[in-house]
Structures are given as structure tokens and as C-alpha cells.
């Protein structure tokens, strides 16, 4: 095992390869090859520089004009600058800032003008490229990538991160292209764990930071995840602890589908050797999605900035052969990876879909009615039902409705306490959407009377701050329909303070004592804290567009009550039923 200094001294003598940039441009990934076609005014005197490249068709002021594809520059006609009375009589007035130019097309045989922005080709090599004005060329336009590349150092694996960039800048009369690769990270996977070290920080802002050496890092997961990822000439591995891991069998497999995940596989590998023989098997593809699905940690973009250490738990791991290890016979397993159908299919196929006697085609089909979750989860809780997970199949499909829905009707079954395979009738209702509204009622009673019966405790312990004193008078809810009522009526949001209620912050009704039935005043206090609240009335006292003022009679009834029977009050013990405590008892002890 080589020291953290032996490996920073192997880092500093370490160099990207010569052809990164043209590596990584042929790849799907790679470079975006955005083609900048950049122009600028220039004098007639700079313009001779360039008479072998002479695309001019008028005699308007010339410009330079040079594409990052060729790299070559060449005269066309500026058009920017003149007065709408100068401009030549085919030509269109348009602002000064609207800058253009004027050029031949040879393929064409015609005169186009260009606008700053628009599409053009270049007139020398014909690619296709956006047209950019001086003004946008000044900060110069560059192109950024982090690609991984792959080394052998001693008998680890090494994958260094280089920031490569192409920036396109200004040189004299037109401009040129600038490439820099700088070293970011490195990761040493070695066969007991996994190194890291950092060369250049990312910090706030997309910025990066030089660091003066190769400083080691706490490996704190794996955040290289997919990267983008040097694919020519890897590496031989023969000698390392990987020289029978398959790893770039599974990166042809894998990488174009963007499942290629080095460092997970490598986790995987080291805790089960022989991950090799699903590759060496035909299902490198297969077993890329199963690790992306199990291990990516999305961020708040939706892209996988990190993966988990994969386990793949339903995977015979103990087994040798790939078939056994995924449950099938080798007939099957040749059946599955010849199909002519998703990974998704073939994951429902393998992972539940042929233990209870599905086809490939039927798993495809099932895959296009239910997504692969619900599918699994389904198989799951259906095989061990007589008639298994055909006969969900086409109860489902009588009922038209989802698994979410059936599974929801029997979560809520068992919360009631109800035995489903007491009667075939309660597993498979003859009409499910009915079944699952009346348990799902019956539940939100259970819910309620729960709720009721502590409220209407509450409400019994409050009985001593009833008052009444100068035709006002004050008491606490008596229910949780009384609190919905006195919302609708005042029209306010008190319907919704059950809860608050039963915890302590209590509801009182404000009357007048001629009138107690009819609501007024709203009032929520926290009895052990002996506070008000808030106290509101019709509209939260916002009507008419504007809010009204309590009335000063209801303000000075509350402060009296507060000073006369609240402060002198004290909140009895709750008399909760005897299973209730007997039960909770038990709990404790």
C-alpha cells in the first residue's frame, strides 16, 4: 500500500492525454461543438491582410470575420454604422445597435445580410454556427468540461478529474482558441477502500479554487458518480486487485446509456467478486440500472450528484453461476436477455416475473399498464394469495383502477383491525372504489371518536372559566362540529383547531348572554400558559375592504375575565379512561 505522500508525488508527475479535447468531442457527452462565427469593424489597411479571404460584394466599410470551427478569418462588408440614407437601396434600416454585415455566398450565388445572433454559415469551411459582435467576444466564449480519466498506479486504480476548458479570446485582428487542462480531483480505489484527493476546489458561485498541492480528503461517499469519462485505451489492469473485475466491459455496456458508475461498481465488486460474472454474462446493461435505481441521490436539479454503496440485497450473491444468482434457469436468463423489450421488463421479469410463471411478453405488457415499483410491489404482496399476482392482474383490470389503489384499501383493513383472508369478499370486493370510501370513512371515524373523546375531556376540564358579566359571557367548544359551525358562520378558519383544542390551546365562544346561541366572538387561549391568543370575530374583522376594530365593550370583557377568573384558575389533571391508562401503563413498564 503506497503512502499519501508516495501517491501526491505520483499526482504531480501524472498528465492528461494528448487528444482529451478531441476524445471528448467525438464522444455523445463531450463538447457541445458550438461554433462561434465572431466579427468585428476594421479599416480598409487591415482588410488587404486578408484579400485572399474576400467574401465583399459592395463597396461598404469591411469587417473581419473568423470562425472557431477553421479558425480562419476573412473580409466581409460592415453594416452597422451607417446612416439609414447611406445604406445601399436593397438594404433595410435598422438601428445602429442592430449590427450587421454583408457577405457572398459562393454555394448560392447570392448576397446575404447577417444580423448579430442569427445562424450563418461560414463562408470558408460552410459549418454552421451562431454570429457574435466584438462586444460579446470581449470576456471570450468558453466551453467547460470535467472529464475522468483512468490511470494505473501501482496495484490500484486511479481516476483523476481534469477541468478542461476552451476559451476562445482575442489575438490582434480577430481571435484565436485557448485550452487549458488543470488537475480537480483524484480517487485511489484500492482494494480495501477508496483514497481522495483535491488539486482544485469548487466554491460559491461555480468558482474554482487552485490549491497549492494535492491535499488529502475524508472520503464521504462516492460523488464521482457518472462522470463523464476518458473511454479511449483504458488502462490495462493486469497485476491490480481489478484484473478480473470486467470494468471496462461494463463501461462499453454502460456508458452511452449513462450508467456507468466506476466507483459504485468497483464498492460492488469489492464486497461481491463475482458482480464480473453478471457482466461477463451479457447483463453489464442490467446490473447499470439496477445500481443507478438503488444508489443515485438526486440533488435539487434532478441529476445524480452522488451514489450510495450498492447492495443489490435481492441478488443471490452466494450463487456462481449469473442464472442462479438471479433466480432464473439458463434457459430463462437466455430468454430474458434475447428479448426484444426494456430493461424494465426484463428487471419485472427477473426479479418476481418468472418465479410466478410470467412470460417476457406478458412483463412488457404489464410494464406498460403499472410502472415497475408498483409492479414489484405488487408481485410482492400477491404471491403468497391464493390465485397470486394473476389474479390481482385481472381484478385490477375488471375494476380499471391502480395497485396504489387496492394497496391503499387493504393499508387501511389492517389499520381497522379487519381480517382480509377471512373472506375472499374483503380481499376482492366485487366493487373496489365503494370498499375503499366506506373503510376509508370508517377509519376517519375511528380517527374522529378518538379525537371527539379527547376533546370533549378538555372541554370538562375548562368548565371552571365559564363566566358572564355585563351581558357578555364566555365558555369553551363543547365539539369538534361546533368549532366547523362557528367557522362557517363567522367565516374564519377556527373549523380547523380540533387538534389545537385537545393540546391545550383552547377554543372559547364569546356570546351575548342574551343570545348565547348566537356566535360573536372567537377566542383561542393557552391555558397553561394562561395567554390569549387571538381573538376574532366575523371575517377576522376584515369587511368592507378594510379591517374594524373589536369592540372596546368585548376587549375590556376579556381583560376582565382574564384578571377575575383565568389568573385564579388552574387547570384540573386529566381523567383519561381506565384501558387507556392501563394500556399506557404497561407501555411504560
Known amino acids: 500500500m503506497m503512502t ?134 470581449r470576456q471570450g466564449v468558453c466551453e467547460q468540461l470535467i472529464p475522468t480519466v483512468p490511470y494505473v498506479l501501482g496495484e490500484a486504480l486511479l481516476l483523476v478529474q481534469w477541468i478542461a476548458e476552451e476559451r476562445i479570446v482575442p489575438d490582434g485582428l480577430a481571435w484565436r482558441k485557448d485550452r487549458t487542462v488543470l488537475p480537480m480531483r483524484a480517487w485511489l480505489a484500492e482494494e480495501r477502500g477508496v483514497r481522495v484527493w483535491a488539486k482544485t476546489v469548487r466554491r460559491y458561485g461555480h468558482c474554482f479554487e487552485r490549491l497549492s498541492g ?79 435505481k438503488e444508489c443515485a441521490v438526486e440533488d435539487w436539479y434532478s441529476s445524480a450528484a452522488r451514489y450510495k454503496v450498492p447492495k443489490l440485497a435481492w441478488v443471490q450473491w452466494k450463487q456462481r453461476r449469473p442464472s442462479a444468482m438471479l433466480g432464473l434457469t439458463r434457459q430463462q436468463l437466455r430468454e430474458c436477455l434475447g428479448a426484444q423489450c426494456n430493461d424494465t421488463a426484463k428487471t419485472v421479469y427477473i426479479r418476481n416475473g418468472a418465479a410466478q410463471g410470467l412470460s417476457m411478453e406478458e412483463c412488457a405488457a404489464l410494464c406498460n399498464w403499472c410502472d415497475e415499483y408498483c409492479l414489484l410491489e405488487m408481485m410482492a404482496q400477491c404471491k403468497a394469495l391464493p390465485g397470486g399476482l394473476q389474479k390481482g392482474i385481472r381484478y385490477l383490470q375488471k375494476q380499471k383502477k391502480s395497485w396504489s389503489f387496492l394497496h391503499d384499501y387493504w393499508d387501511m383493513q389492517a389499520k381497522l383491525g379487519v381480517d382480509l383472508d377471512a373472506d375472499a369478499a374483503l380481499r376482492w370486493p366485487k366493487n373496489l372504489l365503494a370498499a375503499h370510501d366506506r373503510a376509508a370513512a370508517a377509519l376517519k371515524y375511528e380517527k374522529d371518536k378518538r379525537k371527539e373523546a379527547a376533546f370533549a375531556r378538555m372541554t370538562d376540564r375548562l368548565r371552571g372559566l365559564c363566566w358572564a358579566h355585563d351581558g357578555i359571557c364566555i365558555r369553551p367548544a363543547e365539539s369538534i362540529r361546533e368549532l366547523v359551525e362557528e367557522g362557517k358562520v363567522l367565516h374564519h378558519c377556527v373549523g380547523g383547531y380540533g387538534d389545537a383544542h385537545c393540546a391545550g390551546r383552547c377554543i372559547f365562544f364569546i356570546r351575548h348572554e342574551r343570545r348565547p346561541e348566537r356566535s360573536w366572538y372567537t377566542l383561542q387561549v393557552d391555558v397553561a400558559q394562561k395567554r390569549v391568543l387571538q381573538n376574532h370575530g366575523y371575517k377576522n374583522e376584515y369587511v368592507g375592504g378594510r379591517v374594524r376594530k373589536i369592540p372596546q365593550a368585548v376587549e375590556d370583557f376579556v381583560d376582565a375575565w382574564q384578571r377575575e377568573v383565568l389568573a385564579k384558575w388552574t387547570l384540573p389533571m386529566d381523567k383519561k379512561p381506565k384501558k387507556e391508562a392501563r394500556a399506557k401503563a404497561g407501555h411504560a413498564a
Open 4 to 137: 499519501n505522500k508516495e501517491v501526491e508525488a505520483a499526482l504531480d508527475k501524472i498528465q492528461p492525454p494528448d487528444d482529451l479535447f478531441e476524445q471528448m468531442a467525438r464522444q455523445k457527452d463531450g463538447f457541445a461543438k458550438n461554433t462561434v462565427l465572431a466579427f468585428k469593424r476594421i479599416s480598409n489597411g487591415e482588410a488587404q491582410g486578408l484579400a485572399d479571404r474576400d467574401a465583399r460584394c459592395t463597396d461598404d466599410p469591411p469587417a473581419v470575420l473568423w470562425c472557431s470551427a477553421c479558425q480562419q478569418a476573412g473580409v466581409v462588408n460592415w453594416m452597422g454604422d451607417k446612416e439609414p440614407e447611406e445604406r445601399p437601396c436593397h438594404s433595410a434600416w435598422v438601428p445602429y445597435k442592430k449590427r450587421k454585415i454583408m457577405l457572398h455566398d459562393t454555394t448560392k450565388e447570392s448576397v446575404e445580410v447577417r444580423e448579430e445572433g442569427d445562424g450563418i454559415a461560414c463562408p470558408w469551411c460552410g459549418a454552421k454556427g451562431a454570429l457574435r459582435h466584438s462586444e460579446y467576444m
Open 214 to 292: 494535492w491535499e488529502p480528503r475524508q472520503y464521504n461517499g462516492d460523488k464521482l458518480a457518472t462522470p463523464y469519462f476518458y473511454t479511449r485505451r483504458p488502462p490495462k489492469l493486469a497485476g491490480t486487485w481489478l484484473e478480473n473485475s470486467k470494468l471496462w466491459q461494463w463501461m462499453r455496456e454502460t456508458y452511452e446509456l449513462q450508467t456507468f458508475a466506476p466507483l459504485a461498481y468497483l464498492a460492488l465488486y469489492r464486497k461481491h467478486r463475482n458482480a464480473e460474472v453478471l457482466v461477463t454474462a451479457g447483463c453489464g446493461a442490467l446490473l447499470g440500472g439496477w445500481i443507478k
